[in-house]
């Protein structure tokens, strides 16, 4: 079996805990969400995430992938590190036995975080891999599902400030004379919310 190894770094203004609960631990329903016209679904067949576990991601129509499935190698929740294994499924491209990826979060200056991944493919038999277009691609794949997973936490704050900032400026006011006009401020900061949260998916 023969193989290479491809290392990448990907920074983010999220912090490590937020980050690796958002990509790893609640991965599951929230790639699907935030970048459905990559991901239809993921779902563990086995297990629910502990080491040994098996999820199947199915690609959304029109990708040029339809299905993989990952084997959960290791999990450490207090380090911010995950392994896992691409097992079977159309990445593999009948070329190789297993891919399998080392992921870990660490705090970068200014309070987010620096993504390390290292990604381990192993060839069945003799095949030779174009190694060059491999890592192309999976860098482009690795910084466009982290930044939308960064744009993602990043709206989710500033609208839960935007509501909180309405609220507050809301109960400072008169009750009997602006009872009306600040409803319709409130009812506006949420329309615009709603509006910035489908826009902010589109990648």
Request: net charge positive; hydrophobic share 35%.
């Amino acid at each position: 079996m023969g193989g290479f190894t491809y290392e990448s770094e990907v920074i983010t203004s999220i912090p490590p805990p937020k980050m690796f609960k958002a990509c790893i631990l609640d991965g599951d329903t929230l790639i699907p969400k935030i970048v459905p016209q990559v991901f239809k679904s993921v779902e563990y067949i086995e297990g629910n995430g502990e080491p040994g576990s098996i999820r199947k991601v199915t690609f959304a129509q029109g990708n040029q992938f339809n299905y993989m499935k990952q084997k959960v190698e290791a999990l450490d929740r207090e380090k911010f590190e995950y392994i896992y294994s691409v097992i079977e499924g159309d990445p593999l491209m009948n070329m190789l036995d297993k891919i399998t990826y080392e992921i870990k979060l660490e705090a970068s200056p200014g309070g987010g975080s620096m993504c390390k991944t290292s990604s381990k493919y192993y060839t069945i038999g003799d095949i030779e891999l174009k190694e060059e277009a491999i890592k192309a691609g999976k860098e482009k794949a690795s910084g466009v599902l982290f930044k939308a997973i960064e744009a993602y936490l990043l709206l989710e704050h500033w609208q839960h400030t935007s509501i909180k900032f309405a609220s507050r400026a809301k109960r400072n006011r008169s009750r009997k004379e602006n009872k009306q006009n600040n409803k319709m401020k409130l009812e506006c900061t949420a329309e615009i919310v709603t509006e910035h949260n489908i826009f902010s998916f589109k990648i």
